[in-house]
């Protein structure tokens, strides 16, 4: 049965003939995690210039990347200060106008360390760009160019002022701030803004900077045959420019988390506000439309992250365990139509095709209305199980995406390690001998399975390929994962590809066994 035959009972948006109809393979990665020559400590937007090449030539037409989102001193990209703004840090300084590779050896010598060092990259990037913009900053800002940006995204002179204002209080929370600035009006904006425009115009100004490099990237990508899929957090961090401008949007009385599961017996609370919905929709929803609408400047795809809190969130009084939450609605009938409403919206206004992160306890009901809204779940294959057995890869939902793990997840190997009693019925309903280590066969083969479900996108970890090479990888594996969840560590969020991109795109065996698991 062709693709068309299986879906045409589904009523797929727009976007879907944009992306196209078919099979789209790709990888997931998280930008700070790569390295070229050219970079200066961290990813840079324009390191994936030559990935995005070899991409292209191998087959593969999807990109994944973690949220780029300005979190300032918090690595973790899901506490963004700003739903909009971009993380300075992934700026290309190669590409700034009247740099020199001599201006950048302090930089450069970042790269030699086995992890992300990420504060020590802020603060010495940072530095770079303010004297970047003592020198370049009036040339740039008198430019017709950059006051079209400025007056098209209204958001960014707020988000500004709000990084002046946190500088000037030493990094504390708004809500520590002398009472005259925790409450923003119109006539506040525009006094505070005159007395620090220029502060405030320099982190516009690398803002503008952060909009043109990955414009161009994307630009690159799509005129290679490669889409970019964006990630978009669907919290924010309570100190962030929007909570602050927006209060009367965010409940911050209540925390988003989990309810108690198999998983996590006690819950989890995730220290993100809720949104007030009522309050959102009196006003058109005009905070998510401008979010999406400034994304879909980066992104073909994006991914809608834990969707399932738009169909209901579980909200935990301030102070309080995760066990004593409730979910948001509190009436369960009415979940559909809430998150139906707000999704719906979202494939009205946005060009970028969704991708949704339907992971954990998920009723049979969301699901059914994420495929009649045409917008893909996920599914990862060694958690797809029923009665003790995995289920076959080629009956999942065509609307779907197809991985082996994910960011928040151990990798294949550590799964392998570490869940031995997973692993052995894995090997069982593959007829495989269980051994204690996945060989590189295995690996190539479960690769091969994840490519050639009857999901139309299949997407997986960079790092899990490169793990088919030992000399591609950290011999510790537990350097291999990218966060993990609920715990507070220096290695989440700072993993770092061991290879250069370089050495990747020039590593001919991983080149050819990647042709072979997408064909």
Known sequence: MNIEEKLKHTSLSPQ??????????????????????????????????PLIDWCSEIGLDVIQLLPLNDSGDDPSPYFALSAMALNPLF??????????????????????????????????????????????????????AFTEYVEKNEWVETYGLFKVLKDIMSKNHWKNWPQELQILTEEKKDELLETHWVDVCFYVFLQY???????????????????????IPILISPDSADVWQYQDEFDLTLS???????????????GLPIFKWAVMKERNYDWWKTRLTY?????????????????????????????NGKFIPENQANWLAH????????????????????????PNSIRSS???????????MRWERED???LDPHSYNPVSMTTVSTHDSETLTQWWNIEEEEARLFAKQKGWDYQSELTKEQRSEILFDSHHTTSLFHVNLLGEYLALFPELVWQDQSQERINVPGTVAPTNWTYRIRPKVEEIIAHKPLREELKKIIT
């Not at 879909?296 to 579980?314: K, P």
Request: some cysteine.
């Open 339 to 362: 998150g139906n409403e707000i999704l719906s919206l979202f494939n009205d206004f946005t060009p970028m095709l969704p991708i949704a992160e339907d992971l954990g306890v998920v």
């Open 388 to 390: 003790h057995r995995y």
């Open 91 to 144: 700026l290309s300084l190669e590409k700034l106008n009247g740099i020199h590779n001599d201006d950048l050896k302090e930089l450069k010598k970042f790269n030699l360390e086995e992890r992300v060092p990420y504060h020590q990259v802020q603060s010495h990037k940072l530095h770079f760009l303010r004297s970047y913009f003592e020198k370049q900053g009036a040339n740039v800002v008198q430019q017709a």
């Open 16 to 49: 879907w003939q944009t992306i196209g109809i078919k099979h789209h393979h790709g990888i997931d990665l998280s930008l700070a995690s790569l390295l070229t020559e050219q970079s200066c400590g961290i990813g840079e937007f324009f390191d994936l210039v």
């Open 256 to 270: 988003a988390g989990a309810p108690p599961d198999q998983f996590t017996p006690e819950g989890q609370a995730w």
């Open 370 to 380: 994420l495929t009649d809204l045409g917008i893909c779940g996920t599914r990862v």
């Open 295 to 323: 994304a879909s400047n980066f992104y073909d795809i994006y991914r809608i992250d834990h969707v399932l809190g738009f169909y209901r969130i579980w909200a935990i009084p301030e102070g309080e365990a995760a066990s």
């Open 209 to 231: 900077l952060c909009y043109k490099q990955l414009v161009e990237v994307k630009a690159y990508a799509n005129k290679k045959g490669v889409f970019l899929k964006g990630d």
